[in-house]
């Protein structure tokens, strides 16, 4: 026998679509479901930062032009106390390198003045305007700062706050952003790199708690299920939550209680037809015996025996028939019927002698016509009504307090296409809790000691004819049962 698998906390796995994958180690890593958590975490946390870079980026950088425009502002009130508002060059010089600019201007009044001068630019600047900046271009402002080239000049348009004008410009190189820009995307990067890790390792604890390590449970569970229905390791113990896994987990259990029982049923069926074939082979022994014993009797003078005969002979000969059928197949597996045009009367008064129908007890108050027919394999219709009798029967002598006789009507319609024969009796009715499993084997009987057979048999041979058998009507006065059977086409 080959060993059980045994399971592993999260190194190996059983792969469910190929046998030769149930030695196969599987790592969870990278592949598991914590891991590929895990990694998503870090990946979306990322690409949620990343997506904040260009604005941070941008605030930045309108935030540091904005501060040499305020220090050139402050710089350019020096010629309004000088003497004669003149300053020096080398004053001029120091101002301007103190505010980090090389131009200074201001408009008043619809005049643009110098108020600080430096040398030349090489190349004409590129124009950044405070007062009113787009969102694009403010995003892609950054960028094309870093991007754009060295040894450029920026020239900027922004509103006075420390004086009357209409506008300040300052013409500054881009060297100097361009160097804190960098500086200050590291720190981001770190910056994000460090809350993807911590909110990736929380939510990936989190995830792991309330979801991995309980849909584990549940895998393993399902595994050694699989494995060996009957060890007790493969129950799911269930943890009470209120969410989908606590939903996941109790039908877990509740399939699995479902399988156990129906493998326990299919086991005792197993051992029941194993008993059965033995027992039938021996039946099979006694009732040639006593086919024997029947042909010495066929030879007596005595008429009542000669009278008896054949109903005997016709007895045993489908008893033989049915042990034969177990033997061969295991099962009792019907075969297809012979249809053919059956006198409904005889066959009613046969199957009422086997069911042990009497004028003293149960009696049947037939409806049914002599010329009556059905289309019908005579055995099986026999077999059908037999057993639809004795169960009516046995309902009515297992009434308690009974008062009334016992009474059985059977009566026959045609509606053109198909011959309904309605078996009525007034016992007790049918049981509501066996309403559902009426018709099922072993689980429909409604009385103790009772195998579920009877009805389950009928219903199945009238499904052979193309017909089925039904429950019309059942109360407190009694039930009735309609066996439809399909009208051969008339030629």
Do not use: C
Not at 209 to 228: G, Y
Not at 432 to 446: D, N
């Amino acid at each position: 026998m080959a060993d059980e698998p045994t399971p592993k906390d999260e190194l190996t796995a059983s792969s469910p679509s190929t046998p030769e994958g149930r030695d196969r180690p599987r790592f969870y890593w990278p592949g598991g479901l914590s891991a590929r958590l895990l990694t998503l975490t870090i990946l979306f946390v990322t690409l949620g930062a990343a997506l904040a870079l260009p604005p941070a980026m941008a605030a930045f950088e309108r935030q540091w032009l904005l501060d040499r425009v305020r220090a050139a502002e402050l710089a350019s009130l020096a010629p309004d106390v000088a003497p004669d508002r003149v300053v020096t060059e080398q004053l001029s010089a120091q101002l301007l390198r103190g505010a980090g600019v090389e131009w200074v201007a201001i408009q008043t009044d619809g005049m643009r003045r110098l108020v600080l001068r430096g040398p030349t630019p090489p190349r004409t600047p590129y124009l950044v305007d405070l007062r009113s900046q787009a969102v694009m271009p403010w995003l892609a402002a950054p960028f094309r700062t870093l991007f754009g080239g060295q040894d450029r000049r920026v020239r900027v348009v922004a509103a006075p706050s420390l004086r009357e004008a209409e506008f300040i410009e300052i013409v500054a190189p881009d060297a100097g952003l361009k160097a804190a820009l960098l500086i200050y995307l590291g720190r981001l990067v770190l910056v994000i790199a460090f809350v993807a890790a911590v909110a990736g390792v929380l939510v990936y604890l989190s995830l792991n708690l309330f979801l991995v390590r309980p849909m584990q449970r549940i895998t393993h569970a399902m595994e050694r299920f699989r494995a060996n229905p009957d060890d007790p390791a493969a129950r799911v113990d269930l943890s009470g939550r209120q969410d989908e896994i606590g939903r996941a987990e109790a039908e877990l259990e509740r399939m699995q209680a479902d399988l156990r029982a129906a493998l326990s049923s299919r086991a005792r069926l197993a051992a029941l037809g194993e008993a059965v074939a033995k027992i039938n082979h021996d039946l099979r022994n006694m009732l040639t015996s006593a086919q024997i014993a029947s042909e010495r009797l066929s030879q007596l003078d005595d008429p009542k025996v000669r009278q008896a005969m054949p109903r005997l002979e016709r007895a045993l000969d489908r008893a033989v028939k049915l042990a034969t059928d177990v033997l061969t197949y295991g099962k009792t597996e019907e075969q297809a019927p012979l249809v053919r045009s059956v006198k409904l009367a005889p066959a009613l008064a046969d199957a009422a002698e086997e069911a042990r129908l009497s004028p003293d007890g149960v009696r049947l108050v037939s409806k049914i016509g002599r010329a009556d027919k059905v289309d019908a394999d005579p055995e099986q219709l026999h077999r059908m009504l037999a057993n639809l009798l004795r169960n009516a029967r046995q309902a009515i002598e297992a009434q308690d307090k009974r008062a009334a006789p016992g009474r059985i009507e059977v009566s026959l319609t045609h509606d053109g296409q198909a011959s309904t024969i309605r078996i009525a009796d007034n016992g007790p009715g049918v049981p509501e809790r066996s309403l559902p499993r009426l018709f099922q084997p072993f689980a429909g009987s409604t009385r103790q000691g009772g195998a579920g057979l009877g009805l389950a048999i009928a219903r199945e041979l009238a499904a052979g004819h193309g017909g089925d058998l039904t429950l019309a009507e059942t109360g407190p006065e009694g039930a009735a049962f309609e066996l439809r059977l399909p009208d051969a086409p008339r030629t």
